[in-house]
């Protein structure tokens, strides 16, 4: 069935490194890939996205790219800040009635 | 414009006991949905809605019922509370079936002892 792969589950940066997290989808048709941003004791919020249509889109710290080829995508936080510290869900949509999220990246930003 | 709701915020139950989560959305979205996030873990689906009067079965329906009677509300109900059930509920919304962003509400943490 549908699924997304994330990675890692956990990631450590010391604050101004960057950090990556990479997501895999298995559904070909999938053409919309959202980010959530989860921070503790809060609700899932929508932090970037992009379309099948587009390679990269940033948005001043974040950037997402996309290779449809290899069905990857990848979120790049730059300058990490400790308030970017939370959980991080890729998620695939096919523009159906369901979004696929992945198991989600707990960043840590160490001060 | 208050966005997606959720009452009650906090609820504890006893095994067996049954309750209703309320979920309101103002944004007239067609689609809602219920998930459930247990510790350290992702978000599962456990039922959708794709207009009013609609329902459908998510990933994880065991145990869970829902209705659309509005479209601006979705209930989940739990007629015989497990400890398994235990978790944190969020209630999300889109506008249509075309690409779109989920809104998420603030969240219910429910424990069933």
């Known amino acids: 069935g549908e699924n997304v792969e994330q990675h890692p589950s956990t990631l450590s940066v010391q604050e101004g490194d960057s950090a990556v997290i990479k997501c895999t989808y298995s559904d070909s048709a999938s053409n919309y890939f959202p980010w959530y941003k989860q921070e503790l004791g809060k609700r899932p919020q929508l932090i970037i996205d992009?379309?099948?249509?587009?390679g990269e889109k940033k948005d001043q710290r974040i950037a997402v790219t996309l290779n449809k080829t290899a069905k990857h995508f990848s979120l790049h936080i730059t300058e990490t800040q400790p308030e970017d510290s939370a959980v991080y869900f890729c998620a695939a949509d096919t523009g159906g009635f369901k979004t696929i999220f992945g198991a989600g990246t707990r960043l840590f930003v160490k001060a | 414009n208050a966005g997606v709701t959720q009452t009650p915020k906090f609820r504890v139950l006893k095994t067996g006991q049954s309750m209703t989560l309320l979920c309101a959305q103002d944004?007239?979205?067609?689609?809602m949905y219920w998930y459930r996030q247990d510790p350290g873990m992702g978000l599962r689906l456990i039922h959708y809605?794709?207009?009013?009067?609609?329902?459908a079965k998510g990933e994880v329906p065991d145990g869970y019922n829902v209705s659309r009677l509005k479209k601006q509300n979705f209930l989940l109900g739990l007629e015989s509370a497990a400890p398994s059930q235990t978790s944190v509920y969020f209630c999300a919304s889109k506008a249509s079936r075309t690409i779109d962003t989920q809104y998420f509400g603030p969240g219910t943490r429910l424990t069933v002892l």
């Open positions: 992009i379309r099948s249509n587009v």
């Open positions: 809605s794709v207009g009013e009067g609609t329902t």
């Open positions: 944004m007239n979205h067609e689609y």
